[in-house]
């Protein structure tokens, strides 16, 4: 087993020493930045439970980073929305995703098997109009 990018799964601290932690198969193992020995910690299953408790692991932040996408559904009058009716979730999604991954993401979220339109890109939202259908949906990026 060796650290590497691609199994890492972030950073946080133990006592007062900060560590990465690196995932294989289901067991999570950290290792000071001044070596490169793996240590085991515990399964994957006990760390997703330690991530936010600060009694075992503080300061942990992931690897890539998470940010939170907010979708929201709803019909249109015209080509404005009109919040008549509105569907809203909001999902953790790693940093580094296409637009392509959140657009078939926020479909799957919202039960949405319609065909859309040419995504639009304003700022920090994506808009999808869809076909024969009166209804749009925005995928937005939340501050953290």
């Not at 979730?89 to 959140?102: A, F, G, M």
């Amino acid at each position: 087993m060796v650290a590497t990018k691609k199994n890492k799964i972030g950073y946080g601290t133990i006592g007062n020493i900060w560590v990465d932690f690196h995932k294989f198969k289901n067991q999570v193992f950290y290792r000071f930045l001044s070596s490169d020995k793996l240590i085991p910690f515990c399964s994957f299953k006990e760390f997703s439970k330690f991530r936010s408790d600060d009694s075992k692991v503080k300061n942990f932040k992931s690897y890539p980073e998470l940010m939170k996408v907010s979708f929201e559904y709803t019909d249109k009058f015209g080509e404005d929305a009109n919040y008549s009716w509105v569907n809203r979730k909001t999902v953790e999604v790693l940093e580094n995703v296409s637009d392509t991954y959140l657009i078939r993401l926020a479909k799957k979220e919202m039960g949405i098997n319609l065909k859309h339109k040419i995504p639009e890109k304003i700022r920090d939202t994506i808009r999808l109009d869809f076909y024969n259908s009166c209804t749009v949906l925005f995928i937005n990026f939340e501050e953290n």
